[in-house]
Nanobody, 115 residues
């Protein structure tokens, strides 16, 4: 089992910044991919960004140049720095960790971009 502690969500004005963090704990070993997904009301969950244990990242086109994903491998923490936020970024953001042996999701944290 894997447990998550997610933090950093909240309300921000357009153009503002937030930093999400997600600490995973439990039985975690080997190569993993940690990432962030989001789901807006009435829409399907979509990928925001992922990062592997090797540092390789994947980022959605809609957030490229604005969001940066990073991780602390030793502590199994993944971060999402979100800059130049737009109202369209409003969603529940979910942390995910996946390997050949597991696929776990955090409970989600709300990000609201509004003036």
């Amino acid at each position: 089992q894997v447990q998550f502690v997610e933090s950093g969500g909240g309300l921000v004005q357009p153009g503002g910044s937030l930093r999400l963090s997600c600490a995973a704990s439990g039985t975690i070993f080997g190569f993993t991919v940690m990432g962030w997904y989001r789901q807006a009301p009435g829409k399907q969950r979509e990928l925001v960004a992922t990062i592997g244990s090797d540092g390789l990242t994947i980022c959605a086109d809609s957030v490229k140049g604005r969001f940066t994903i990073s991780r602390d491998n030793a502590k199994n923490i993944v971060y999402l720095q979100m800059n130049s936020l737009k109202p369209d970024d409003t969603a529940v953001y979910f942390c995910n960790i996946v390997s050949s042996r597991m696929d776990y999701w955090g409970q989600g944290t709300q990000v609201t971009v509004s003036s």
